[in-house]
């Protein structure tokens, strides 16, 4: 998710004094220096009846996430994992939702080495600190297993992975 | 700022511009060694000006590992580019990295062989490097009349320094200015056998030449037939060579003079002889 932050400081007009008076706008633009990219849709796989899973072995595809990030120790990237579908037939029972993101590919061995490692994890949310400039990308897997082993009912299913880059 | 605008600067004309591309993998086996002879496509005017790369890291997450993406410098010693990526302890095994370096547009002929070493407790894999190149088609201006420096084609000349002769200054020029002037003078008779004279050298001349050209061709025959001969044969001996003592020889027999009498045989046989003949003439008339 992109969140474009756009400056727009009216200066707002003081209690007249005198008999006339004028407002004059300054606008402003800011680009952001932490620019999200979706580099791959995850697709899920459905080993049986009661489980859609990203993981490969199961016929599925994790999502892939690419921070671009110009400006170094400003940023944290969170992720959260899918905790329910966007889209869906409508579901017999519960969905038990799990899943992980870390990180799989980086641009700068020295300055990004340590993102895995010191990732925060807080509950569905991973935390990274970007430290350095440059290029990462996530990797977000997901599992839904559908309560009391009923089926999944026939058609399609949409999860959202949302990414955040907020600032320090 | 206008004028900076509308300087033609360094222009093509249509149609040969510079191109860009990018090479394939260049890590084509285990030995993450590659010659760059075998990476870049043929045009003599191409100048690299950057390098993507990829690959995976494998370490234990405490150690520590340096990984050198690197090309030799074909134009002295060290590396026309090296790139090290220092892998710190707390970095996790299984870690991709992907990076693209921008360079400075170096041409093709500086770039040797390229290589991927690891330093420390470690190794790579699912390596993978290219280039991003840009071709001048101009590089050599004779690729097209529309490069800058074009020439066209001039066929070899050659610069004569000579004098002119002036045959007026060779030294028989009065000698046979004299010549002419008498010979202006002379009356028709002793022109016409002046001529004829001439003539009779001339072809005593050509005479001359030809027999010695003839010579030539003749001995040059025999020398050739010779040398041919002479390759073909061993040795032939063509004559066998005897030595005659001197001293005298004396006749052995001696007929001395004496009365011979006739050959009464002779005589009986010459008669018998006749008389057939008479015979046999006679017979044709009885």
Known sequence: ???????????????????????????????????????????????????????????????????????????????????????????????????????????????????????????????????????????????AVMGGSKAFPGGNYTAMVTAECIAK | MVVLALWPGYCYSDGIVPYYGSTGNAVTDQSLRWSMDNVLPEPPGLDINGVIYSYTIRKQTGDSVDVNVSNENVAGTGYIFRETDSWLPGSLDGTQISKIVPTLPLNREFWGDGSIDVEGPGSVEDASVSYSYKVDPCYNPQFSAACPGYEPPAVDTYSLNYEPYDATQHADYDEAEDRYSDEEGESEEDRSDRESEEDRDRRERLEKALAAVDNSMLFANALAASQALSSTTLSLQTYENKTIFGGIYTDNIVLKDSQLPDSGLGARNGLAQQLLHKQMVNSQYD
Request: with cysteine; charged share 15%; net charge negative.
């Open chain 1, 1 to 143: 998710m992109f969140k474009h932050t756009i400056l727009s400081l009216p200066i707002l007009a003081l209690t007249a004094i005198a008999a006339a008076s004028e407002n004059a706008p300054i606008n402003g633009t800011v680009q952001s220096r932490c620019i999200i990219q979706t580099d791959q849709a995850g697709t899920f796989g459905n080993p049986n009846a009661y489980t859609l899973t990203t993981s490969p072995t199961d016929g599925g595809d994790p999502a892939v996430i690419r921070y671009d990030v110009t400006l170094a120790d400003a940023y944290y990237a969170q992720i959260s994992i899918p905790t329910s579908f966007s889209s869906s037939p409508t579901l017999p029972d519960q969905v038990t939702w799990t899943g992980d993101t870390t990180v799989k590919t980086i641009s700068d061995a020295t300055g990004m080495g340590s993102y895995e490692t010191n990732k925060l994890e807080l509950g569905d949310v991973d935390r990274y600190d970007l430290t350095a400039t440059g290029s990462t990308w996530f990797e977000t897997t997901s599992t």
